[in-house]
């Protein structure tokens, strides 16, 4: 059974970092397309940064040189380190996968999920909250 977990958020104030981390279990993370997305209270879900198979990292404008996504597959993790971290920062923060190519990872970046395709599998998240 696949699964995904989330760990690492957390309470910081503007300016401070993150890591998050997101173990898979029933699978291996180096075969899928890997995401981080993000839901803002009342908002829908967007993609964050994205990570294709051949390490092809991609991002959403809004954290573009402050989020890097990376993956340890030797250890089944996909990491986000999140800097400069500001108050619309502040959401619910998921990671999902993908399988074979990045196809709705990338069309979700910055952008609603809804409508741009379907992630196979999803964890059940961890919270970013930024206080200014």
């Known amino acids: 059974q696949v699964q995904l977990v989330e760990s690492g958020g957390g309470s910081v104030q503007a300016g401070g970092s993150l890591r998050l981390s997101c173990r898979g279990y029933?699978?291996?993370?180096?075969?899928?397309?890997m995401g981080w997305f993000r839901q803002a209270p009342g908002k829908e879900r967007e993609g964050v940064a994205s990570?294709?198979?051949?390490?092809?990292?991609r991002y959403a404008d809004s954290v573009k040189g402050r989020f890097t996504i990376s993956r340890d597959n030797a250890k089944n993790i996909l990491y986000l380190e999140m800097n400069n971290l500001q108050p619309e920062d502040t959401a619910m923060y998921y990671c999902?996968?993908?399988?074979?190519?990045?196809?709705?990872?990338?069309?979700?970046?910055?952008?609603?999920?809804?409508?741009?395709?379907?992630?196979?599998?999803w964890g059940l998240g961890t919270l970013v909250a930024i206080s200014s």
């Open positions: 990570s294709d198979t051949d390490g092809t990292s």
């Open positions: 999902a996968a993908e399988s074979q190519f990045c196809l709705t990872a990338i069309e979700a970046l910055g952008a609603p999920l809804t409508g741009r395709g379907v992630m196979d599998y």
């Open positions: 029933g699978y291996f993370v180096s075969s899928y397309c």
